[in-house]
């Protein structure tokens, strides 16, 4: 069973088990106090056996669990099951004959203690349910502790109430499990307002100093951001772009008016240079208040040409600019976006896209660039919301740039033509064969692109997002139909041909591990559903620490219910298995890699580019709630910070 299918059923079973103790534990108390009735002393005894069956169902769903990351058990094993275990037994022992006498119509065997370890048990139960629910992966040894204190005081006072132990000893109890509650919880909050540890330390306070002290390289100790960018010497033909960040109002293809925010036009410009240039981008900002940046998504440039507001640079306010430089180093297809705010930049428009073709041209003959993002209530596929047709003779060879700007993965199609995915995200596949009937599913962030020759009939290219926008490239522009067949996904990870990279190699190896979900927490102080990695939010989510040539192997696991697009950085990461299975088509570097609910990925990366990088999900709403951290070297340092005079917010 899928890793998905496992969490919700042990889920499922988990709430059923409490909820037979807790119905079990309701009528026994009632039979305490009325006349005896041996059909629902009955009915206790089997919620009760349902209870102890629900229990070792757990056990059995958390074994299974296990074997697929220690991360989807962990709470269960280790703290959930024991202490339904512990308390099923108690249970046992202490209602078992009582309540087969009372099936037998003896009500006077009926003790309070009865009832009580029935509420012991479904405590138990629910305290494991929070455990996975609230607390997630890793559980401490605090929220530990405060859920057990819970599961101790719920059931002596539930004893109280049965046994009528009088008022004062009543609300005596409710007051301590209050004051526990209220403590754990006050704890949390306080962990969150205080200074984060992740990051902090790279601001300007000297060397990081989490993990095992691994003495920094003496040549990058105390390097800051701001000195890691493009040489002013960089070799390079330069060419030069200029983009004003502004409020635009746009009129789209079918005549639909968006008030949008752009980098001069809807998408932004189309930088499109070659192999070896030296890009020179001015960004000047026109009149967005809450400030911009460009990030070159996918792109490895140096740290401080990253564009990350509040750790690479300072966002650009009105009236302010900016220059990014780089070497154009890196074939393929990326885009660019504002990483200031940008689950609402990004969203109101602030995105183009980047080219960069090798000296030698590409193969095709026509280069087509299509973005697809959806803005306000419309989805625009290149530069258009409608159904769109180019005028390609039959047999014309095209390349095909698909770009996922959005927030969640989308399935790109190709009707009439089989075509080969020659590269992701911008990187070239190996030994690639053409295929036919099958989506291409992007990921939030992600990029693919296609080659194919044209046929006498045309070809369309249509996405799940909308049924109006689409291309038809055909002979006089003509109309293609668009099929209704289904079509399943094409997997990357077993297409083309693995060649020579197995693995990556360098002298020190780092494990690391991300582990992904939603729980509740505070988020700049304030109560918030967050996406956590490894149980924190970002600020506090600490960093991956590396020097630079380490081989980092990232294990990222997704214990929630959505997808979660992770990208990382100034690097791209050569995946090495998902869910167990390696990957086994043509090497896959990738800068975005969707992690589905329950899916393990690991992947390698070198840390060949220092700096402070985030990493993060690209559902940019999920980053801007807590799902993102840095993937720092050992010894750079950033002057900039998160808030301040320019408003810096580095998601
Ligand atoms: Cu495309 Cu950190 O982002
Ligand atoms: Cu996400």
Redesign the pocket.
């Known amino acids: 069973m899928t890793g998905f299918g496992l969490l919700a059923i042990d889920l499922a079973v988990a709430v059923l088990t409490a909820g037979s103790w807790l119905a079990g534990s309701v009528i026994a108390g009632g039979l305490l106090a009325g006349p005896s009735s041996p059909t629902r002393g009955r009915l206790v005894l089997g919620l009760a056996i349902a209870g102890v069956l629900g229990v070792a169902g757990q056990a059995v769903l958390g074994g299974r669990l296990a074997t697929h990351d220690w991360s989807f058990a962990q709470e269960k094993l280790l703290f959930a099951l024991p202490l339904s275990a512990v308390a099923a037994l108690v249970a046992v022992a202490v209602a078992g004959r009582p309540l087969v006498a009372a099936v037998r119509g003896h009500r006077s065997a009926l003790r309070p203690i009865v009832p009580t370890v029935l509420v012991g048990a479904a405590a138990a139960g629910v305290a494991g349910i929070l455990a996975r629910m609230l607390v997630g992966y890793p559980l401490g040894i605090v929220p530990a502790v405060s859920l057990l204190a819970l599961t101790v005081l719920a059931t002596w006072l539930s004893y109280a109430q049965f046994a009528q132990l009088g008022r004062r000893l009543v609300s005596g109890i409710a007051a301590l499990t209050a004051l526990v509650l209220v403590a754990s919880v006050g704890l949390s909050w306080f962990g969150s307002v205080a200074v984060p540890g992740a990051l902090a330390e790279t601001h300007a306070h000297g060397p990081a100093t989490h993990g095992p002290a691994a003495p920094a390289p003496a040549e990058s100790a105390g390097v800051s951001v701001e000195e890691l960018r493009t040489p002013e010497d960089a070799p390079g033909a330069v060419q030069r772009f200029e983009l004003t960040a502004q409020q635009q109002s746009i009129t789209l293809a079918s005549g639909a008016n968006v008030s949008a925010w752009t980098y001069g036009s809807m998408p932004g410009p189309e930088i499109r240079v070659t192999q070896g240039d030296l890009v020179e981008v001015e960004l000047r900002n026109r009149d967005i208040d809450a400030g911009v940046t460009i990030?070159w998504?996918g792109y490895d440039v140096p740290n401080g040409e990253d564009g990350?507001a509040g750790v690479t640079q300072d966002a650009v306010l009105p009236g302010e600019a900016f220059t990014y430089r780089f070497v154009a180093d890196e074939t393929g297809t990326y885009?660019y976006?504002t990483?200031q705010v940008?689950s609402d930049g990004v969203k109101r428009g602030l995105f183009g896209t980047l080219v960069v073709l090798p000296t030698d041209g590409i193969a095709e003959n026509l280069d087509v660039t299509a973005p697809l993002r959806t803005l306000g209530g419309s989805v625009i596929l290149g530069e258009s919301d409608r159904a769109e047709a180019l005028d390609v003779p039959a047999g014309e060879s095209v390349r095909l740039r698909l770009v996922n700007t959005d927030q969640v993965p989308h399935r790109f199609r190709l009707d009439g033509v089989a075509f080969t995915v020659v590269a992701a995200d911008g990187r070239d596949l190996a030994g690639p064969k053409p295929v036919a009937g099958k989506a291409l599913r992007v990921p939030a962030?992600g990029r693919l692109d296609v080659s194919f020759e044209v046929p006498d009939s045309g070809v369309l290219l249509t996405t799940d997002a909308s049924s109006r926008a689409s291309l038809a490239l055909s002979p006089g522009g003509k109309v293609v139909p668009r099929s209704d067949s289904a079509v399943g996904d094409l997997d990357l990870l077993d297409y083309g041909a693995r060649g020579a990279v197995a693995s990556l190699t360098g002298p020190n190896r780092v494990e690391a591990k991300m582990v992904l979900d939603r729980d509740p927490r505070f988020l700049h102080g304030l109560p918030a559903y967050g996406y956590t990695v490894n149980g924190e939010v970002y600020p506090h989510i600490p960093s991956i620490e590396v020097d630079e040539g380490d081989v980092v192997r990232l294990t990222v696991a997704n214990r929630g219910w959505e997808t979660h697009p992770m990208?990382v950085?100034g690097h791209h990461v050569l995946v090495v298995s998902r869910d167990g299975i390696r990957s086994t088509g043509s090497p896959l570097w990738l800068d975005?890699f969707d992690v589905q609910p329950g899916e393990v990925w690991v992947v390698e990366v070198t840390a060949d580019n220092p700096g402070i990088w985030?990493d993060?999900c690209?559902n940019l709403e999920h980053?801007a709630e807590g799902m993102m951290m840095a993937l720092a070297y050992r010894g750079v340092t950033s002057p900039f910070e998160e808030g301040g005079l320019h408003g810096n917010r580095a998601e």
């Open positions: 990030h998504h990350v885009w976006h990483h940008s962030g990208h950085h975005t985030m993060h690209h980053a």
